[in-house]
Each structure stands twice: as structure tokens, then as C-alpha cells.
């Protein structure tokens, strides 16, 4: 399997070569030259193994040049019961005969970002010795929350790297914040921008395509990656847990073999509900890909009208990590739906970066419209969704999957859709304690709590045990308190690497 750019199609590297580079030289992303395709017979089969040997075997599909024993040894580390608490890396809970939540916090930071980056280091590892890289390589990540944190705890004191975290200043929540800032291990850096989470992509973005810079530090030893879903090793991860989920719906008698499902996707970055979109395009069986977002519903009205317009309001919401309005996934989606046009491609990117927005052809349009719905939701109606969830289902949800239980209840009432669903739940309650707290309580103001007293209260208001990782905090010292203008995240990398 090859790899191309999105803005230049000649490009054709193993996917070790991708994974290393995590962004292609001219500022495009790496995308399979294929998508390789499956079986019902394949999907089945997938149904008798635990998680960690399906995610083997669809990793295998797309990273070829590792090998099966590779692959055995990345799938078994990063999927471990130690890590996520159980060989069922990432359940699926069943709300009614419809509706089914994919949980997908189990792991170590109690986010869905542990399902691609706890793996993502040992792909890289592999994919230093397959090219003969033998500079330290230099992870970097802008992160509007959870990418951060699971970054920094797949990474730290591995060997060969180093990774520095940007997040905005007053764009995460609380406990976000002190995940990063109390990060133990020798090779971590973590810094906070003066501005939104698009400011800290866009200074990454900028220092990744700094050829003079990229110069200067290769003389010193050092190579650049990234652990966003920029990178192609963040992103193939995901693919397998809709692969999975569906299993899991197969084995508990919810759907039959070749039933279509409908997938809910919050999301801001758009890398999560592309991975269900590879899905499927490889023949996973689904019927609608439902795009949530908050108040920054950029994405709703691209869906809609074909405009993506930066050009508007930020908003600063209670679902933080969709809190972006420059979705640098949605690059790889453009090039596989204009038919790998990648000087259009480069056009739409150029456009957006200089006036803030791009318009795609009616036929690109259409072809959106064909695969996806857009639905967006206000933070009100995200309390009111946890709210309602929690009264009919004792079932606590956070922030964002909240969204997409919103956006999946508009869809549900504009359509009559009975399809069986999936619902990506993308972190812990407790990581938006006050909020959710609040929500359950009829909206009662917690704000003079601390975010440790929060936690006991949300554990005994919605019957539920806190994680252990999440109440370590409390004993942990702030290592990280640096905060930089964007135009000065080049010399925080600087010093890093000094």
C-alpha cells in the first residue's frame, strides 16, 4: 500500500514513510493510494476476536510493509487490559434496540484519543528502524484537549523521541489542564498559546513546513512528526473501533450480517468521523455518517451549503475539543471525492488559508450530501441532552457525546430513521465534571467547588466510580506553566530542543 499527498499526487511512500513524516514536505496529507476493500466473510470473522486482533487485522489491510509479527507486537502494547481495564478495549453500551453508545474512554487518559495514541508510538518506533531514520525525532501537537494529554502519556520516555504540546490558554477544561501540565517523563514539554485551538494548529502546521528551521534542527539531530490526525498512524487506528462496534452489535443479535447502521460522530477536527468514512468505503456497512458539532457548527453548514467560511464567531463551549473551526481532516475527504484532483485540493487549502474559506464544485456537494448529515447543538440543549439521558437511562454521558445524542435526536425526529445506531462516545463524564454536574442537577451552579471536590460530587450524583488516573491528580505536581503569543511557538520549540 502506498501513500500519496493530498496536494500532490506523485507522492507515493511506504506507509512507514507516512507515519515518520506525519505531514508530507508540501504541506499536504498523507492519504492510501487505496482503500482496500472487505467482505461480509472478513466482517465475520473479525466477530470471534478480541480487540486487539481485529485492530491487527485491519491495520493490516493499510500498513503493508509491516509485518503480521509487527503488527502483533504495536496491536498487543497499545491494547493491553492494563491500559484499558479489559480485552473489550472499547464496548458497546445498549441504550434501547436502537441506539448503542460506543464507548471509547477506557484507556489511560480517559478520552477516545487513547484508542489511536497508544499504538501510535509503537507504529513509529517501527517505522524509525524500517526507514533508517537516526535522528531523535520531534513529536509536536496542537491539541484542544484530550490529543494532548494522550499524546504525552504515549510518548513519555520512549526512546528516539521527543513531543511538546501547544493547547489555547483558556480552551480546555480544567482537568484537561492538569493532565498536561502535571505530565511526568524526561522528553515531554507542554506550553499554552495566547489564542483558540486553530492558533496552536496553524503555528504547528507553520513550523512543520519551515524549511530553514527544519534545516537548522536536522543539523542538530532532530527530525519532525506529529501525533495529530494529521498523521496517518493517528488516524488508521480509528477506523477499527466502527469496525468493532459493529461486531459487537452482530454478536448481541442487534443487527444481522449486511444490515446497515447509521454512525454519530462529534467531532470539530473531523478525523473521527472520517475514520468511520474509510470504514466505509472499505464495505463496513452503513447507511448515514451524522456530523455533530457545538456552536462552532462549521461543519453543519459545509455539509449543508457546500461553503466552508471561517470567517465567523468563536465560541468557547462546554465541549471544548470541538471548539475549531479549521478541520484540517476534511483535506483528505476533498481529495478522495474530487477523484485525487490535488491542484484543486491545493487550491481549496490556499483559499481558506488566505481569505478563510473555499466553496467545492455542486458535484462535490452532492457527494457529501449523499454521505453525510450535519447537525449542530447549543450548550443549553448539551445540558438538556445529559439531562434527559440521565433521567430515562441512568446513563451519564460528557459534553460531546451529548452533542451527538442531540444531533442524533434532530435527525431522528426530521426523518423517522429507524436504522440501528452507533453513537461515538468520545471521553468520561468526569473530564467535564462541573458541566455534566450541573446538567444532572438542574442546572445548579458548581463553580465555587474545585475540580476534586467536583469529582466526588459527580461520582455520588450520577453513580459512578471516578477513574483512578483522573483522581491521582490531585497529588501531582504542576511541572508546566509556560504560555506564548502563536507567533513565538517556534522559539518555544527552540528551547525545547536546546
Not at 501510535?120 to 524509525?128: H, R, T, V
Not at 524526561?186 to 489564542?195: E, P, W
Not at 468493532?244 to 468521523?273: H, M, R, W
Not at 467547588?449 to 469529582?455: A, G, N, S
Request: hydrophobic content about 35%; proline content about 3%; aromatic content about 10%.
Amino acid at each position: 500500500m502506498k501513500y500519496q499527498s493530498t496536494r500532490n499526487s506523485k507522492v507515493s511512500v511506504d506507509a512507514a514513510q507516512a507515519i515518520k513524516n506525519g505531514i508530507s514536505p508540501d504541506g499536504g496529507l498523507y492519504v492510501p493510494a487505496e482503500i482496500p476493500q472487505v467482505s461480509a466473510e472478513f466482517i465475520k470473522e473479525l466477530c470471534n476476536l478480541k480487540y486487539s486482533d481485529r485492530a491487527a487485522k485491519i491495520l493490516g489491510l493499510f500498513l503493508t510493509d509491516y509485518s503480521n509479527e509487527e503488527l502483533d507486537y504495536c496491536v498487543s502494547n497499545a491494547y493491553s487490559k492494563d491500559k484499558f481495564g479489559s480485552d473489550n478495549t472499547a464496548p458497546v453500551k445498549s441504550l434501547n434496540d436502537r441506539l448503542n453508545i460506543l464507548e471509547l474512554w477506557h484507556g489511560p487518559t480517559c478520552a477516545f484519543k487513547d484508542m489511536a495514541l497508544q499504538i501510535l508510538p509503537y507504529l513509529l518506533k517501527k517505522a524509525i528502524a524500517k526507514t533508517g531514520e537516526n535522528k531523535e525525532v520531534v513529536i509536536l501537537v496542537a491539541t484542544s484537549g484530550d490529543t494532548g494529554k494522550a499524546a504525552l502519556e504515549g510518548f513519555k520516555d520512549v526512546e528516539g523521541t521527543k513531543i511538546q504540546v501547544f493547547y489555547p490558554v483558556d480552551g480546555v477544561s480544567k482537568i484537561q489542564k492538569l493532565q498536561m501540565t502535571t505530565q511526568e517523563g524526561k522528553n515531554v514539554s507542554v506550553c499554552a498559546v495566547n489564542g483558540n485551538f486553530d492558533d496552536a494548529q496553524t503555528g504547528v502546521k507553520k513550523i512543520f513546513t519551515n524549511n530553514d528551521y527544519k534545516k537548522t534542527i536536522a543539523e542538530r539531530g532532530y527530525t519532525f512528526s506529529s501525533a495529530n490526525s494529521i498523521n496517518w498512524g493517528r488516524l488508521a487506528p480509528q477506523i477499527v473501533y466502527y469496525f468493532s462496534a459493529y461486531c459487537d452489535l452482530l454478536s448481541l443479535g442487534k443487527i444481522s450480517l449486511g444490515e446497515k447502521i447509521n454512525i454519530v460522530v462529534p467531532t470539530g477536527n473531523f478525523g473521527n468521523i472520517l475514520a468511520a468514512y474509510y470504514a466505509k468505503m472499505m464495505g463496513l456497512p452503513i447507511n448515514k455518517l451524522i456530523c455533530a458539532s457545538n456552536s462552532n457548527n462549521i461543519l453543519t453548514d459545509f455539509i449543508s451549503t457546500g461553503v466552508y467560511d471561517r470567517n465567523r464567531q468563536f465560541y468557547t463551549t462546554v465541549s471544548p475539543s470541538m471548539d475549531i473551526l479549521i478541520s484540517s481532516n476534511l483535506e483528505r475527504l476533498l481529495y478522495h471525492l474530487t477523484d485525487k484532483n490535488d491542484k484543486l485540493v491545493s487550491e481549496y487549502m490556499t483559499s481558506l488559508s488566505e481569505c478563510g474559506r473555499y466553496e467545492v464544485a455542486p458535484t462535490v456537494k452532492e457527494k457529501i450530501a449523499s454521505l453525510f448529515v450535519g447537525g449542530c447543538c447549543s450548550d443549553d440543549d448539551t445540558a438538556k441532552t445529559i439531562a434527559k439521558y440521565f433521567r430515562e437511562y441512568s446513563y451519564v454521558v460528557d459534553t460531546h457525546t451529548a452533542v451527538a445524542l442531540n444531533v442524533y435526536d434532530q435527525y431522528i425526529k426530521n426523518t423517522g430513521d429507524e436504522t440501528a445506531t452507533v453513537i461515538a462516545s468520545t471521553a468520561n463524564p468526569f473530564k467535564f465534571n462541573e458541566a455534566v454536574l450541573s446538567a444532572i442537577n438542574d442546572g445548579t451552579d458548581f463553580s465555587d467547588k474545585d475540580e476534586f471536590e467536583l469529582l466526588e460530587l459527580l461520582s455520588k450524583h450520577g453513580n459512578i466510580e471516578i477513574p483512578v488516573r483522573l483522581s491521582e491528580l490531585k497529588t501531582k505536581k504542576v511541572r508546566f506553566n509556560s504560555v506564548c503569543n502563536k507567533e513565538d511557538m517556534i522559539k518555544q520549540t527552540d528551547s525545547f530542543l536546546v
